[in-house]
């Protein structure tokens, strides 16, 4: 900042009589904003009546302040409590969640059966997946679709509140009934990569459901009948679900233009 | 406090048009409800007019780039709004409320116009004060603080316009807003559009005449997805007679227009 200007000057500025250049005033006006003692100088120098008249404004001022209503306090916001998506999300979950166990409980009666955990960890995440990117259970979907902050970062957001929850019952039911960690995560983040990088086609909702009808028919079903674990989840398949994960979020993200309306197609 | 103005608040516009659609071609579901349409729309009040089924709706989901124009052209504040268009700048200057407007009943109005703002990404210091100035602006600040399932029809609209016009948009859509306001909400609601027209282009779906005559300074009228008529209010009112139905000058000069078009159509 500059130097404090002279107190002569600062008595001509205050002084309406006194012939001070434009330029000079801005300066000091300038100055004065950012400078307490300054603006203290400014106050000396005027007139008792102009004095008189500033404290009967600030007096006014203060009783409207007090008279008026009182500010809006600022409240916390509750993430938890007011997002909508979390109560939207939480029977889809909690169903999630109960069939995981049921799985885990199938697994303590028939051991014989080949691990159920790991046959569902790829579809575990595609309902909430699902339900959290689709207009017909987002009832203002069409106020964010023409927001600039629609698109897939908001989809990712999203989904990764479903991942927080679906990832942590999936690693405790694999634990629990001993299928591979490795084999239970990866193919669950592979299909929520996969309804992403589909979904970016033929919507969210239509790939969750795709996809989930396609292993449940590939893959589930026959696993179950003829009690083998499929070629597609031996212990050595894990580099493979892992770069498919990768390779599909890379696609995915490729792929953002198609998010900006959420109209498209869900 | 000094704040730094940045090259973009002062750089001259350079767009002729805020809205400017150029053989505009929309689907409604497998229904082409916009069918080249023609339209150039500056600041000011534009009402747009049409029967049901016109169109409309359709057409302020395509501006508010909520849906994909199936052809044609649409320009947006100078920017090409198209299927690969980056959108985010436009939005940004964007107010939109839709006809069926869908909210998250546990929010409070307040909370519900912050939640707008923080999607309309303003920047954090700037939503509590815009988020009060549009509140107060819709006249709801008694009922700031009370939940959106709480709210009667007419304040849910008004709600719905606060959060359109919080960003302070370039660009304002409303689709139907005066559906469910009580007459003097109307009146206060027509000076608010008033006010917002002097330096933003806003754009008013409506099937009350009435509401166009009174506080827009332009009329857009289209059937069937097709431009019948473009023109100033005083204009629209000249075009009707004696003859045609309606019980006000301007609901004549409606009536006039669709007749004239409808039989040179059917011809």
Redesign the interface.
Known sequence: MTTHPSPAMIARYADREADLDEVTAWSVEVHL??CADCRALVADSTTDDTRTLLARIAASVDHDIAAGPAP?R?RR?SAA??R?LV?QLVPWLTMTVAVLGCAVLLQALRPDLPSLVSLLAPVAPLPGVAIAWSRRH?????????????GLAMLLRRTAAVLVVVVPALALAGTRTGASLALTLLPCLTFTAATIALGAFVGVRFAALGLGVAWTLAVVVPAVVTTHLPAVMQPGSSPVWALLTLALAGFAATQA?NF?????HN | MMRTVSAAETAPTIHPWAVHAEGLRVRAGRHLAVDGLDLALGTGVHGLLGPNGAGKTTLMRALATVLKPAGGRLTLLGEPVDARANLRPVRRALGYLPQQFGFYPRFTVREFVEYMAWLKEMPKTAIPGAVQRAIDRVGLQAKAGARMKTLSGGMLRRAGIAQAIVNDPAVLLLDEPTVGLDPEQRLEFRELLRDLGVDSCVVVSTHLVEDVATACTDVVMINEGRLVYQGTTDDLVTQGGEGDAGDSPAERGYSALLRRHRAAAGR
Do not use: H, K, M, V
């Open positions: 904003e950012d809006e600022r916001w409590r007011n909508w109560w987002d009832p203002a979907w069409e106020l964010i679709a023409g927001t600039p902050a629609a233009n900006r309306r959420l109209s498209s």
